[in-house]
C-alpha cells in the first residue's frame, strides 16, 4: 500500500477511535489492501439498449445510434448491468463485510482516461465473488477541461477491431464507504485487474 494511503488510514483509524469496533477496522484495512479482479460483465446497457453483442456500429439501428450520441455528448448517459467482482484478501478465510455508499470508476485506454462515471447506489462488498447490480453515468473524461474525444475514438476503434484488446485497458475505481463517522473516499483509485481467460468480458 502507498504511503500516503498507510497515512490516510492511520488518520481514520485515530479518528474514529472509542466509535468503531477492531473488527471494523480490520475490515476496512483489508479491503484497501484487497486484490479487486473483474471476473464478467452481463446485461450491459446503455440508456436501455443491449451493447452486450454489439461490436461496432453498424451492429445498432440508426434510431439507437442517434439516441446513444445525443446522449453523450449532453452527458445524459447512463449504464446498467451486473459485474461479477471478486475481491481477494490477505486473509481469505476471514469472513469481512463493507458497505460502499458511491463508486467512482474510470476507463483507461493505453494508459489514458477515457471514460469516467459514478455509481451512487449503495454497494454491499464481502470478500470472494459478489454479484453486484449497478447502474452508473458515463461521461467523457476531460484533459486540461476539455471532453478527450480522442481517447474515445481510439476506444471505438479497438472495440469495432473484433481484436482482444483487454490488455490495452485499465479499470479503476474509487469507492466512499459508510463508517460509523460518516462517508469516508479513499485517497487513491484501486486497480481492477482482469483475468486472461475471462471470455465474459
Known amino acids: 500500500m502507498k ?3 498507510l497515512y ?3 488518520i481514520v483509524v485515530s479518528l ?22 473483474l471476473q464478467g460483465i452481463e446485461d450491459l446497457r ?27 455528448t449532453t452527458n445524459k448517459l447512463k449504464a446498467t448491468t451486473i459485474l461479477y467482482l471478486d475481491v ?7 469472513t469481512r463485510s463493507m458497505q460502499v ?9 493505453d494508459g489514458r482516461e477515457t471514460l469516467t462515471g459514478t455509481v451512487t447506489q449503495p ?7 459478489n454479484k453486484l447490480p449497478v447502474t452508473s453515468s458515463v461521461a467523457l473524461a476531460e ?20 481484436q482482444d484488446v483487454r490488455d490495452r485497458m485499465e479499470f479503476r475505481i474509487k469507492p466512499t464507504i459508510e463508517t460509523p463517522v460518516g462517508p469516508i473516499t479513499l485517497p487513491d483509485y484501486i486497480t481492477v485487474t482482469k483475468p486472461s481467460d475471462t471470455a465474459a468480458l
Open 3 to 5: 504511503f500516503k494511503q
Open 143 to 162: 484533459v486540461e477541461g476539455l471532453q478527450n474525444y480522442e481517447g474515445f475514438s481510439l476506444l471505438t476503434t479497438l472495440i469495432s477491431s473484433g
Open 123 to 129: 454497494l454491499h462488498l464481502t470478500n470472494g465473488l
Open 46 to 72: 446503455l440508456n436501455g439498449v443491449d451493447v452486450t453483442d454489439k461490436r461496432s456500429p453498424f451492429d445498432f439501428r440508426s434510431t439507437q445510434g442517434d439516441s446513444l450520441l445525443n446522449a453523450f
Open 101 to 109: 455508499t458511491s463508486l467512482t470508476w474510470q476507463l483507461l485506454v
Open 88 to 94: 481477494q484478501m490477505p486473509e481469505p478465510e476471514v
Open 8 to 10: 490516510f488510514w492511520a
Open 16 to 37: 474514529m477511535a472509542g466509535t468503531i469496533s477492531c473488527k471494523q477496522a480490520a475490515d476496512l484495512k483489508a479491503f484497501t489492501e484487497a486484490n479487486y479482479k
